[in-house]
């Protein structure tokens, strides 16, 4: 049998050191990977919306940003109904303000959330969520819009954007400046159109329009 040879203790330390070495830089590098990922994760903001209605009940209103997204998610939570379900939309614009109003005279208040796009033309758009019979909370849905509307002789007649929105009696109003179209230029008035919406038969109606 042979003898074992004697450790050299300088190598030994050398070995040490290196394999040190070789175990930090591999953490350091897999904390870089980290950090990385982190930083490369999309930020995710709630911004929170609190409403009483007439009869003392609550909702809860959601609203989940991305960064560098123009849309947003919307969750819907009532509380103090017989059925308090949430209610979601998702891929809509950003919440520009939120009311409360009874415009359909039932005696329950809808939840009127307006929303408005990122875009230069800053368009308007509003969703209206109700209790269904009293009970269930459901989105009262918008009637077909005729594209037709938004040519000379519609009810749209002259729209690009920049609406504004109130409520007022039985009613939604939007109002916006009128535009004027051609084949080359578009081009600003100094004219407004106001818009009438109702609530008819658990539908959203657009009824009339005027200058």
Do not use: W
């Not at 409403?51 to 969750?75: A, D, F, N, S, Y």
């Not at 019979?133 to 000379?152: A, C, H």
């Amino acid at each position: 049998m042979l003898p074992k040879s004697p450790m050299n203790p300088k190598l030994t330390s050398l070995s040490l050191i290196l394999l040190f070495y070789a175990c930090t830089t591999q953490n350091s590098r897999l904390d870089q990977d980290e950090a990385r990922n982190e930083v490369n994760t999309p930020e995710q903001k709630v911004v929170h919306y609190y409403k009483h209605t007439k009869k003392g009940r609550k909702i809860h209103v959601k609203e989940l940003q991305i960064e560098g997204m123009p849309l947003v998610e919307i969750q819907i939570i009532p509380s103090g109904y017989p059925n308090n379900h949430p209610v979601e939309i998702g891929a809509v614009d950003p919440i520009d303000h939120i009311e409360l109003a009874d415009l359909d005279r039932n005696g329950e208040d809808e939840l009127y959330i307006f929303t408005r796009e990122t875009g230069i033309e800053k368009k308007g758009n509003f969703y209206v969520f109700a209790p269904l019979k009293g009970e269930k909370f459901v989105q009262i849905e918008m009637e077909f819009l005729d594209p037709k509307e938004f040519l000379k002789g519609g009810k749209l007649e002259g729209y690009l954007g920049h609406d504004q929105f109130v409520l007022e009696k039985d009613r939604v109003i939007r109002t916006y400046p009128i535009f004027e179209f051609n084949d080359t230029i578009v081009k600003a008035t100094d004219a407004h159109r106001k818009v009438i919406y109702k609530i008819k038969n658990h539908q959203i109606k657009m009824m009339d329009s005027y200058r």
